[in-house]
Every structure is written in C-alpha cells, then in structure tokens.
Antibody, heavy 118, light 110 residues
Framework: QITLKESGPTLVKPTQTLTLTCTFS??????????VGWIRQPPGKALEWLAL???????RYSPSLKSRLTITKDTSKNQVVLTMTNMDPVDTATYYC??????????WGQGTLVTVSS | QSALTQPASVSGSPGQSITISCTGT?????????VSWYQQHPGKAPKLMIY???KRPSGVSNRFSGSKSGNTASLTISGLQAEDEADYYC??????????FGGGTKLTVL
C-alpha cells in the first residue's frame, strides 16, 4: 500500500531555510503520470498548495511562494525534498506531502508541524 | 491564483442531506474536470472523498457525491451521520498547471 511520511525540523528561526523530506513507499516516482506534492496548513486555517514534482522531473510551484521554494526528488531513495528559504513566523504550519496519480491527492502523509520562532 | 470560495460553515441534522459549494473561475473549476474534495477531522491528515468532480475512491461511502455546473462544484452528503462532522476542502487543477484549494467548510452535525 502507499504510504508517505514527512520529516524535518520542528522549530526553525526566522530567516533560516527549512528543509523537509517526504519518504514514501508503495509506488515509484519514475512511473508515468505520478507526482508528489507539498501542502501546508497553518494552525486553524485552510490548506495551501505549495509545490509538486512529477515523474518526469516537471516541477510546479505556488506563484506566491515560487521565489522561496525548491522541490527535488531522489527516485532511488523514494524521497522528495522541499526547501523553503527565508522562513517567517507566518510560515508556521503543518506541512503535508501527498501522492497524486495526476488529478487529485489520494494518499497523504501524517504531516509535520513546523514552528518558526526565535 | 486565488483560493476557491467555500462557505465557512454548514450544518444539518442526522439523516438529512447537505451540499457544500466550491466556486472558482473558468481557469480552474470551470475549465477542468479535476475537482476533488477532502475530509479532515481535527488533528488528522486530509482524506480524499471525491476526485474528477464526481468519482469516489474505493472505500468512500456512496453517501458522498460530487457535481459541477459552470465554475461551481458541489459536494453533497446524504444521510448525514455524526462521523461526517469535519472540515471539507475542495481543490482544482488550474490553467497554469498548478493546484488550488478552497478556504474550507466546517460541517456541523446537529
């Protein structure tokens, strides 16, 4: 079965760079049509789509955060990495990674809460 | 890109039906049949309930159904049950090959 799990720091300081890793199993990111996306959710607020990487290394970013985001994949390790630069307290959120077979996010990780504070 | 518009809250009594709307534009909801709906209970990850406007993943109750008309998609839950109380989010693929979520709707089962 498909599983995903996010990992990374729980606390980062303002202006630092956040690096999150999504480790998955049950599918290959070299299979045509498959992608892995990142979605975040500030406490008590709505989901916000951040970025997505496809099997062919096509990368998509939220326009409002594009300058701060980088998404990469390591197919051999079954991992997707998201980096976000210049972190701010408003970036405090639970960050999720999710599998997409193209048209929806069908499997989600449990999420990881990242707090930005000095 | 702007978030899709959902009502902040809806409510219904057990056994009743409710509908949650999700309004976008011709560049997202209206332009593609890639609208999906997610259920999220407190402290849990979102769960896919509807994809491609009206398709249900395996294991999702047939009490959940989806539809679309123009730039507005809808999620209908029939035969409301206490366990349906949760937050619901819509999402759509966009003309920029990106994704957008709605602002979320809190469903209260009275």
């Amino acid at each position: 079965q498909i599983t995903l799990k996010e990992s990374g720091p729980t606390l980062v300081k303002p202006t630092q760079t956040l690096t999150l890793t999504c480790t998955f199993s049950g599918f290959s990111l070299s299979t045509s049509g498959v992608g892995v996306g990142w979605i975040r959710q500030p406490p008590g607020k709505a989901l916000e789509w951040l970025a997505l990487i496809y099997w062919n290394d096509d990368k998509r970013y939220s326009p409002s955060l594009k300058s701060r985001l980088t998404i990469t994949k390591d197919t051999s390790k079954n991992q997707v990495v998201l980096t976000m630069t210049n972190m701010d307290p408003v970036d405090t959120a639970t960050y999720y990674c999710a599998h997409t077979p193209y048209s929806a996010f069908d499997y989600w990780g449990q999420g990881t809460l990242v707090t930005v504070s000095s | 890109q702007s978030a899709l518009t959902q009502p902040a809250s809806v409510s219904g009594s057990p056994g009743q039906s409710i509908t949650i709307s999700c309004t976008g534009t011709s560049s997202d909801v209206g332009g593609y049949n890639y609208v999906s709906w997610y259920q999220q209970h407190p402290g849990k990850a979102p769960k896919l309930m509807i994809y491609d406007v009206s398709k249900r993943p395996s294991g999702v109750s047939n009490r959940f159904s989806g539809s679309k008309s123009g730039n507005t998609a809808s999620l209908t839950i029939s035969g409301l049950q206490a366990e349906d109380e949760a937050d619901y989010y819509c999402s759509s693929y966009t003309s920029s090959s990106l994704w957008v979520f709605g602002g979320g709707t809190k469903l209260t089962v009275l």
